[in-house]
């Protein structure tokens, strides 16, 4: 009898071994260096990323960097899926109607609080969604094609303003959008009129600048570094405090003579339908935190000229608030209903 019970006794410390390292192995997902956290979510599913514009682009970059990102941290599988189109309405009506448990996800800009504020206001508000984690800080510069005859943001707003209506200026999404009131933003400040024309993406209006269709493209540093390395484009001033590390010739626009107020930012974050639990929420937001501090993301962030965003989910959700209060102030001046 006391063989057996010392036998009975040396199997279920086996057995409880077992469940040690099996509960071990699913919270670091299985495979690679995953980091060890306490699990509410199941990283054999499948996390799918949508983003609102054409691949390629500037948040379709950081969405499948943060997805790879994500992927090295958890050992889950994290992948991204196009869904342009309505200035990103296709994608919203996609996230707003997923599941709520965390593996449906969309990745964002100041575009979707301009969809809410705007021609969808009647149909989401912000409390629709769940604002989850804030993923990168990139400024936007005012670029022009190498043969443009302006050579500085002094000369181009004077030219606007003895031409009124003539300029062309095109970037990501219509009116309204992130881009757009950035650009506006500067032009109040410069007091000159001009024309905006909407793109799919960032990069198919850097496309449009190099091919001479529009006069001056508001972008982001990264659609147009190599146009600028290269000598194809002319980058005029930076909507930014202090000038980029890696841009170090260009202007901002306060010290090109325009006291532009940069609290308006081109963010790029991740966020998801309304609904999504609590412990969820910080889940993600912990997963996206570790994935923005590897050493491959923050090398894509040094590479493409941005800053680290870096905020949890309740503190991305008052910036997203807050910046929903400018946006709808631009939208009172500029008419959007």
Known sequence: ??????????????????????????????????????????????????????????????????????????????????????????????????????????????????????????????????????????????????DSPFNTLEELVNYAKENPGKLTVGGYGAIGSGHNVAWNIFSESAQVETVWTAYESTGDAVTAILGKHIDVANSNPGQVSQYYESGDLKILGVMSEERLEDLPDVPTYKEAGFDVDTSWAQFRGVYGPSGIDEAILQELSSIFEKAIATEGYQTYLKNSQMLTGDMDYKEFTDYVNNQSKIMVNWYEKLGVE
Not at 8 to 28: P, Q, T, V
Not at 94 to 115: F, H, R, V, W
Request: proline share 3%; net charge negative.
């Open 1 to 146: 009898m006391k063989r057996f019970s010392l036998l009975l006794m040396f199997i279920l410390l086996c057995i409880l071994s077992a469940c040690s390292n099996g509960n071990e192995n699913a919270l670091s997902g299985g495979k690679g260096e995953a980091a060890t956290i306490d699990t509410t979510l199941d990283f054999e599913k499948q996390f799918t990323i949508l983003v609102h514009t054409t691949a390629g682009g500037p948040t379709d970059l950081m969405a499948r960097e943060l997805a790879k990102a994500a992927e090295e941290v958890t050992g889950g599988t994290f992948i991204v899926e196009n869904r342009p189109g309505g200035s990103g309405a296709v994608q919203m009506a996609e996230i707003a109607n997923a599941k709520a448990d965390g593996y449906t996800l969309g990745a964002m800009t100041p575009s979707q609080i301009g969809l809410i504020e705007g021609t969808l206001k009647n149909q989401y508000d912000l409390e629709d969604f769940s604002w989850i984690s804030q993923g990168q800080i990139d400024p936007y510069v005012i670029a022009v094609h190498k």
